[in-house]
Protein backbone atom coordinates (compact mmCIF):
# COMPACT_ATOMS: atom_id res chain seq x y z
CA UNK A 1 0.00 0.00 0.00
CA UNK A 2 2.76 2.18 1.07
CA UNK A 3 4.57 1.59 -2.50
CA UNK A 4 1.64 2.84 -4.26
CA UNK A 5 0.65 5.40 -2.41
CA UNK A 6 4.71 6.87 -3.21
CA UNK A 7 4.01 6.18 -6.80
CA UNK A 8 0.85 8.04 -7.08
CA UNK A 9 2.80 10.58 -4.87
CA UNK A 10 5.61 10.74 -7.96
CA UNK A 11 3.48 10.32 -10.24
CA UNK A 12 1.89 13.87 -9.88
CA UNK A 13 5.59 15.37 -8.94
CA UNK A 14 4.80 15.50 -5.19
CA UNK A 15 6.96 12.86 -3.84
CA UNK A 16 9.53 14.16 -1.30
CA UNK A 17 13.66 13.27 -2.49
CA UNK A 18 16.76 14.52 -0.85
CA UNK A 19 19.13 16.91 -3.22
CA UNK A 20 22.71 16.23 -2.60
CA UNK A 21 24.97 18.48 -4.22
CA UNK A 22 28.53 18.75 -3.97
CA UNK A 23 31.58 20.45 -5.00
CA UNK A 24 34.23 17.65 -5.39
CA UNK A 25 33.13 16.10 -7.29
CA UNK A 26 30.65 18.92 -8.87
CA UNK A 27 27.44 16.49 -8.78
CA UNK A 28 23.94 16.63 -7.69
CA UNK A 29 22.16 13.14 -6.54
CA UNK A 30 18.85 12.70 -6.08
CA UNK A 31 17.77 9.61 -3.31
CA UNK A 32 13.80 8.60 -3.13
CA UNK A 33 11.33 9.36 -3.48
CA UNK A 34 10.01 9.14 0.05
CA UNK A 35 6.01 9.16 1.03
CA UNK A 36 6.72 12.20 3.63
CA UNK A 37 9.81 15.15 4.63
CA UNK A 38 10.39 12.86 7.95
CA UNK A 39 10.98 9.59 6.36
CA UNK A 40 13.62 11.93 3.35
CA UNK A 41 14.91 13.96 6.87
CA UNK A 42 15.71 10.31 8.61
CA UNK A 43 17.55 8.81 5.60
CA UNK A 44 19.68 11.67 4.55
CA UNK A 45 22.28 10.96 6.79
CA UNK A 46 23.17 7.56 5.28
CA UNK A 47 23.96 9.18 1.86
CA UNK A 48 25.73 11.70 3.52
CA UNK A 49 27.76 9.54 5.22
CA UNK A 50 28.25 6.84 1.78
CA UNK A 51 29.64 10.36 -0.29
CA UNK A 52 31.78 11.38 2.62
CA UNK A 53 33.58 7.97 2.35
CA UNK A 54 34.30 8.61 -1.06
CA UNK A 55 35.61 11.65 -0.68
CA UNK A 56 32.33 14.34 -1.60
CA UNK A 57 33.81 17.76 -0.54
CA UNK A 58 31.73 20.39 0.15
CA UNK A 59 27.93 18.92 0.51
CA UNK A 60 24.94 20.61 0.67
CA UNK A 61 21.69 18.54 1.18
CA UNK A 62 18.13 19.52 0.87
CA UNK A 63 15.18 17.93 1.60
CA UNK A 64 11.91 18.66 -1.40
CA UNK A 65 9.60 17.84 -3.26
CA UNK A 66 10.22 17.10 -7.14
CA UNK A 67 10.22 14.77 -9.95
CA UNK A 68 14.11 14.34 -10.83
CA UNK A 69 14.18 12.98 -14.56
CA UNK A 70 18.00 11.76 -13.77
CA UNK A 71 19.45 10.54 -10.29
CA UNK A 72 22.63 11.79 -10.76
CA UNK A 73 23.88 14.82 -12.79
CA UNK A 74 27.84 15.76 -13.28
CA UNK A 75 29.85 18.22 -14.30
CA UNK A 76 33.01 16.21 -13.89
CA UNK A 77 32.42 12.40 -15.06
CA UNK A 78 35.10 12.45 -17.61
CA UNK A 79 37.30 13.93 -15.38
CA UNK A 80 37.60 11.17 -12.69
CA UNK A 81 38.60 7.52 -12.45
CA UNK A 82 35.46 4.86 -11.15
CA UNK A 83 37.45 4.77 -8.57
CA UNK A 84 36.76 8.43 -7.74
CA UNK A 85 33.28 8.54 -8.41
CA UNK A 86 30.90 7.64 -5.81
CA UNK A 87 28.70 4.66 -6.77
CA UNK A 88 25.15 5.42 -5.54
CA UNK A 89 21.90 3.92 -5.77
CA UNK A 90 18.55 5.33 -5.13
CA UNK A 91 15.19 4.12 -5.55
CA UNK A 92 12.97 5.11 -8.52
Sequence with gaps: MK???????????????VEIKTAR???????????NRDEAHLAKAGYIED???EGAQEI??????????????????GKFSSRQMPVLIGRV
Design 3 to 17: ETLINLLQSLGIAWW
Design 25 to 35: PNCTYYFGPFL
Design 51 to 53: LQK
Design 60 to 77: KVVVKRCKPDRLTISEDL
